[in-house]
């Protein structure tokens, strides 16, 4: 069964900082992979989703890598804002219905 | 609409209610999943619908949980005598194409958050 793990399990930091959450996974048989953010009380949003096949995305400040044979995956956020503060989950696929999720990285940027 | 709507917002039911949660997926999305997420973990996946077709439950935690989806938009899950440890977010997410499609985006409702006292 896959488990996913996301580490740290907080993060605070002074605004205008680079910044980097992990992810890794146990099984690399994976389509691809997705960070979201949750904002509190809210549903997810989809920031990124990396293709098996693929190495990096890129979206704005926010850059996330891949390494499938390794089991890991990166998530940069340049010259954060606190507008970023929010919980930031990874998310393996593995089949058409298999969304594996960790457990998330909480992050508090402070103006 | 313009995102997935999930009703009620909150619930609070008594140990031994029976509860139902709603979701309106996006118009014309064909994929529609359920996901349970308590307190500080990640969502842990509970069913997908195809259209109307209930294509995988293995994530459902007991037969005191059943979803429906009969016309093939709106999906109903339903938890028979609550107990405790139901109490969590459920969220509800659609895509637009079927099951063949894995890169295609999940969107996420707001979610459904049940209280079971």
């Known amino acids: 069964k896959q488990e996913v793990t996301q580490i740290p399990a907080a993060l605070s930091v002074p605004e205008g900082e680079n910044l980097v959450l992990n992810c890794s996974f146990t099984d690399s048989a994976i389509y691809n992979l997705q960070w979201f953010r949750q904002d509190p009380g809210k549903g997810l949003t989809s920031l990124l989703l990396i293709q098996s096949s693929q190495r990096e995305q890129t979206s704005g400040r926010l850059n996330a890598s891949l390494d499938k044979s390794s089991g890991r995956s990166t998530l940069y956020i340049a010259a954060s804002q606190p507008g970023d503060s929010a919980t930031y989950l990874c998310?393996?696929?593995?089949?058409?219905?298999?969304?594996?999720f960790g457990k998330g990285t909480m992050l508090l940027v402070s103006p | 609409g313009a995102g997935v709507s999930q009703s009620p917002r909150y619930k609070v039911a008594k140990r031994g209610q029976d509860v139902a949660l709603r979701c309106d997926p996006i118009s014309g999305h064909v994929s529609l999943f359920w996901y349970q997420q308590a307190l500080g973990q990640g969502p842990e996946f509970l069913t997908y619908f195809q259209n109307e077709a209930q294509l995988d439950k293995s994530g459902l935690p007991s037969d005191r949980f059943f979803a429906e989806r009969p016309e093939g938009s709106v999906s109903t899950l339903k938890i028979q005598r609550t107990q405790q440890e139901d109490s969590a977010v459920y969220l509800c997410a659609s895509s637009l194409v079927s099951v063949g499609r894995m890169n295609s985006p999940l969107h996420f409702g707001n979610g459904t958050r049940l209280t079971v006292t």
């Open positions: 998310a393996s696929r593995g089949g058409y219905s298999t969304l594996t």
